[in-house]
Nanobody
Framework: QVQLVESGGGLVQAGGSLRLSCAAS????????MRWYRQAPGKQRDVVAT???????NYASSGKGRFTISRDNAKNTVYLQMNSLKPEDTAVYYC???????????WGQGTQVTVSS
């Protein structure tokens, strides 16, 4: 059974940094494109960053230049380094694994990030 477990969230002041981790159990990580999403209260869940199996990355405009997504295939872990955090970055952050076999996606349980002004 595949599980994604996020960690690294917390409370930080504006301008600070956090590094989120998402560890995947099971044998899907090497074939999974990984994404970080976030969902603020009362808002929809939006993609933040993507990294393909080959290491190509893409960022939403909200995090471009401040966030960096990376993956360590040996550790089955994807990271999201977040710098220069703003109060509007406050949200629950989720990781998602997209795989080419059923059930095609897995989600983590989320980790809360709160940025105080």
């Amino acid at each position: 059974q595949v599980q994604l477990v996020e960690s690294g969230g917390g409370l930080v002041q504006a301008g600070g940094s956090l590094r989120l981790s998402c560890a995947a159990s099971g044998r899907i990580f090497s074939i999974a494109a990984m994404r970080w999403y976030r969902q603020a209260p009362g808002k929809q869940r939006d993609v933040v960053a993507t990294i393909t199996t080959g290491g190509s990355t893409n960022y939403a405009s909200s995090g471009k230049g401040r966030f960096t997504i990376s993956r360590d295939n040996a550790k089955n872990t994807v990271y999201l380094q977040m710098n220069s955090l703003k109060p509007e970055d406050t949200a629950v952050y989720y990781c998602r694994a997209a795989v080419p076999i059923y059930p095609f996606e897995y989600w983590g349980q989320g980790t809360q990030v709160t940025v105080s002004s």
